[in-house]
């Protein structure tokens, strides 16, 4: 495996209000979390976002919104920001992150510039139940392969660290094997006192073989380690590429704030690793 690392910067584009009940999510307005939310971000900040993301060295550029899928004024609102920023920073790979989405919905986002989908099964189709009443792990799986129809590369991962079992793990990655995606996102749960999951962050090494595992499963697939990485890694966290992760997501995330990106920089350079430079995904 190359000694390369890809960044990847997200933006919160529509935050919070969510009706949905994902037990893990502070986004849920069942949760009442304390965190900012907002209908729609300024086009012109998304585009400034993207330029800093660029300036960081990152590769790839997530508009992600907060809620269980895709309505025309949302449709509308993610296609205009992609437009947007694919005007402003043509030399980024632009992903779109906005739950649920038919095949139509889907070739719009495409049409307006968007090359990536992600959407995450999060977990295995059996403990997902316990994690999500409001939607079903089926519908997710529905949605994963229209973005396979509709000719977008498909981002697909999950999270860890709810108390699932080896063999939900083992249950999980099959499921993602099946889709075959382009890009993993492995996210580690971030604990929230406001949400109804209550355990602590896993384990830094308990952590690091959940990514070996995956890597053991998927050996040339782009391993990205998402949210939670830098409660769960600690001062670990440069072992996550010995293990098998080749990207992560520089800047904040959704609702928790990240380190500096030149923080994370210089500990990929110091771990023995170089930052992957842009080249388009569809190449
Ligand atoms: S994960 Fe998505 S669908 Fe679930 S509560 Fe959060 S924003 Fe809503």
Redesign the pocket.
Known sequence: MSKEVFLCAISNISSGS?A???GF?T??SKHHANIKRYKYKDINEIVEEAKKAKANGAVGFCLVT???GLDDKKLDFVCQSAIAVKKEVPQINLIACN?LANLEQLKTLKKAGVELYNHNLESSQNFYKTL?QTHSWKERYQTCLHVKEAGLKLVCGGIFGLGESEEDRASFLQSVKSLDPFTIPLNFFHPNSALPIKVNPMDEDDALKVIKQVRDEFPKTRLMVAGGREITFKTKQNKIFDVGANAIVIGNYLTTSGDQPCKDIEMIKKAGYEIALWKSCSS
């Open positions: 969510c949905e009940d994902c999510c986004q849920s907060s809620g269980k739950g999500c």
